[in-house]
C-alpha cells in the first residue's frame, strides 16, 4: 500500500489479516477507520477491495475520492451504505466550499495545516463533526504551506453496537461467542496464506458487568468513526476501513 491509495477490508462474519511493513520503512502514516455494518449485513462474507483513486484538481485544492460521491467524482468501491470519503488536500489559504448530502452526518479529520470548518478551527490531529441538516461544507486553509484533511460522512447509526477488541457485535453473548472461535482458530476467521508470525491471541476478557467492556457501547449514533474490524478501511496516505 502506498500514499494516496485505500485498502478496504470487510470482516463480515469473520476474518483474519496481517499487517506489515516493507524493511526499508522507517515512517508509517496513515489514517485507520473502522465501520460497523448494518445488522442486514453484518454476517456478509469477507471481503477485500483496493482502489487508487485518481488526484482530481478542484479550485484551490486537489481531491482524491477513496469511497462513495464527492464534488462530482465517484469510487467504484462496494460498500453496504453510502458512506462519502475523500482526501481534500487544501494549498496555503485555500478555501473550498463543497456540496453535501444534508441527510448525512459528516468529519473532517486534520492531518496537517491551520484549518478551518464552517468557520470553527479543527486542530491537526483531530475531528471536526458536522450534524444532519447542512447541504454546503466550508473548508478553509489558514496556514502558509499546505493542509491535509480526511473527508468522511455518512447517514446516522442508530443501531446499539457492542466493541471489544477486533469484535464489533451486538450483544455480549456475541462476544463470548467470537472470542471462543478465534482462540479455537475455527474456520469462522479463516486464515491468512505467506504469513509466518505468531497468530494474535484475544486478549483476557473482563465480566461486561465491570464496564470495561461495555465501554465500546454506543446507544446513539456513533457510525465508522471510531479511529483506528465489521467492515475497515484504508485511506489516502494509507487509509484503512475495518469490522
Known sequence: MRPGELNLMTGGHGIAHSEVSTADTAV????QLWVALPDADREAGRDFQHH???PVRIDGAE?????GSVAGETSPVRTFTPLPGAQLDLEPHATVTL????????GLLVDAGDVRLDGTAVPAGELGYVAPGIDIL???NRSDGPAR???LGGPPFEEEIVMWWNFVVRDHEEILRARQDWEAASDRFGSVEGYHGHRLPAPHRRSASSGSERRGIDRRRRRHLTLLPEHSVECPRDFDFAR
Do not use: A, Y
Not at 508509517?28 to 489514517?31: D, E, Q
Not at 481531491?63 to 469511497?67: D, K, N, Q
Not at 456540496?99 to 459528516?106: L, T, V
Open 28 to 31: 508509517l502514516h496513515g489514517v
Open 52 to 54: 487508487v483513486p485518481e
Open 63 to 67: 481531491l482524491r475520492v477513496f469511497l
Open 99 to 106: 456540496s453535501i448530502d444534508p441527510g448525512f452526518e459528516h
Open 138 to 140: 466550508t473548508v478553509t
Open 149 to 151: 484533511t480526511i473527508l
